[in-house]
């Protein structure tokens, strides 16, 4: 079966740096999202990558190994407002996007 | 600025109505999606549309149908709403895949539905 992985849970303090896992199983690969959502609103779109390698766009960067079926968000200088989920979803074979559970990020002042 | 609207922010139905939501997309995007989302659960593909008058089914298609008859508009229909079906209701839209550029999901604001 297609399954993403990634932690249900994260707390980090304002100013510092976090890492966000994603692990997935999947019946091909066309590119790895990452979305976030505040409480009560929809996902929006942060990164996509679908080469190994890290992508920067400011205080955010994600990085992917295809081989290792592996990717992280990293989230740099930390602001209260990154409080929010962050949603890892691959696109398959047939270009429909798996979606991981999301991850609750807490930041503490 | 792009833009994904969904009928209604709230809705509150009895068990057994018949219950509409509307999506509408001003991007002249192809693509059109509606999932559920539940605590604990990724979001859930319902059904999705690649173009007007066409469907398919995604991973959790039964108690609901859509139409498309227009392509900047996609409902979701619940034939009969069960207390199951207490959830949020998202919408979405994209660019056919592959198309060269990047094949983000745009969503709109969401449904929160509580069946009674």
């Known amino acids: 079966g297609q399954n993403i992985d990634q932690p249900t849970e994260m707390t980090a303090t304002e100013g510092a740096i976090v890492q966000i896992n994603c692990t997935y199983q999947t019946s091909g690969f066309n590119g790895l999202f990452w979305y976030q959502q505040h409480a009560g609103e929809a996902p929006t779109f942060l990164s996509y990558n679908v080469l190994d390698g890290l992508e920067e766009k400011g205080r955010f960067s994600s990085f992917l190994s295809r081989s290792k079926g592996y990717s992280y968000l990293l989230l740099k200088e930390l602001q209260m407002k990154d409080s929010a989920s962050y949603l890892c979803?691959?696109?398959?074979?047939?270009?429909?996007?798996?979606w991981g559970a999301g991850t609750k990020l807490i930041i503490k002042p | 600025d792009v833009k994904v609207t969904q009928s209604s922010r709230y809705l509150v139905k009895r068990t057994g109505e018949k219950v509409f939501l509307e999506c509408v997309q001003d991007?002249?995007?192809?693509?059109m999606f509606w999932y559920r989302q539940d605590p604990g659960l990724g979001l859930r593909l319902i059904y999705f549309?690649?173009?007007?008058?066409?469907?398919e089914k995604g991973d959790i298609p039964e108690g609901y149908s859509v139409s498309r008859e227009k392509k900047e508009r996609f409902s979701l229909i619940l034939e009969s709403a069960s207390t199951n079906q207490t959830s949020m209701y998202l919408c979405?839209?994209?660019?056919?895949?592959?198309?060269?550029?990047?094949?983000?999901?745009?969503f709109g604001p969401g449904t929160r539905l509580t069946v009674l």
């Open positions: 991007m002249d995007h192809e693509n």
């Open positions: 549309s690649y173009d007007v008058k066409m469907k």
């Open positions: 979803a691959v696109s398959d074979s047939n270009y429909q996007l798996i």
């Open positions: 979405a839209s994209s660019s056919p895949a592959p198309s060269g550029r990047v094949p983000e999901q745009f």
